[in-house]
């Protein structure tokens, strides 16, 4: 069973940045998929970022309002997931949720991914 907390959210004005953290506890980290979902109020959850990591490297896939802003990132000796966020506008706000899945490949729908964590606020004034 794998077990994820977030950590990282606030409030920024907009074009400020954030980044969010997701520690993992409870499985193999490195053989895990993970990603990063958002669900701001009366809208749908929608995936933001997803990662695998190889040995050759981490491989990402964002969604089109992350590309050029977000970044997803792993390390994997702290078993701990991050999205750098940059350039925030107030359609970023939303609650952020750290997912994993057990297949090794990128997903990006939230039906797709087996562990959540509680999700971290992120607010953003303009």
């Known amino acids: 069973q794998v077990q994820l907390v977030e950590s990282g959210g606030g409030s920024v004005q907009t074009g400020g940045s954030l980044r969010l953290s997701c520690a993992a506890s409870?499985?193999?980290?490195?053989?895990?998929?993970m990603g990063w979902f958002r669900q701001a109020p009366g809208k749908e959850r929608e995936f933001v970022a997803a990662i695998i990591w190889s040995w050759s490297g981490g491989t990402t896939h964002y969604a089109d309002p992350a590309k050029g802003r977000f970044t997803i990132s792993r390390v994997n000796a702290q078993n701990t997931l991050y999205l750098q966020m940059n350039s925030l506008s107030p359609e970023d706000a939303a609650v952020y949720y750290c997912?994993?899945?057990?297949?090794?490949?990128?997903?990006?729908?939230?039906?797709?991914?087996?562990?959540w964590g509680q999700g971290t606020q992120v607010t953003v004034s303009s």
């Open positions: 997912a994993a899945r057990r297949q090794f490949d990128i997903a990006v729908l939230a039906g797709s991914y087996d562990y």
């Open positions: 409870g499985g193999t980290f490195r053989s895990i998929a």
